[in-house]
């Protein structure tokens, strides 16, 4: 069973830049494949990056290609999402997520079982 931890998050003005972390326990973190969804207040939980279990792909939603970058360390068990250009329409709630049975990345929420707590990012206008 995996603990995801985030951290990072913060309030930013538009245009700005701030790097996301996660920090997952366990002995298996390089034979998932890793998630970033975002919730927005009153918007459902929404796919944001996604990246394999070995790093060599990568995916993400139109909304963020381009501006955000999804990486991973599996020898830190560790994942990251730097996220550039920050729009105020960035502002959510941002989360990470493990897919303990597969090391392709899905974009499905049902497809991850394991999640973070969350972690909060601002961007003001």
């Known amino acids: 069973q995996a603990q995801l931890v985030e951290s990072g998050g913060g309030l930013v003005q538009a245009g700005g830049s701030l790097r996301l972390s996660c920090a997952a326990s366990?002995?298996?973190?390089?034979?998932?494949?890793m998630g970033w969804f975002r919730q927005a207040p009153g918007k459902e939980r929404e796919f944001v990056a996604g990246i394999s279990r070995g790093g060599g792909s990568t995916y993400y939603s139109d909304s963020v290609k381009g501006r955000f970058t999804i990486s991973r360390d599996n020898a830190k068990n560790t994942v990251y999402l730097q996220m550039n250009s920050l729009k105020p329409e960035d502002t959510a709630v941002y989360y990470c997520?493990?897919?303990?049975?597969?090391?392709?990345?899905?974009?499905?929420?049902?497809?991850?079982?394991?999640w973070g707590q969350g972690t909060q990012v601002t961007v003001s206008s």
């Open positions: 366990g002995r298996t973190f390089s034979t998932y494949a």
């Open positions: 997520a493990a897919r303990s049975i597969s090391g392709l990345v899905s974009t499905s929420l049902s497809a991850y079982d394991y």
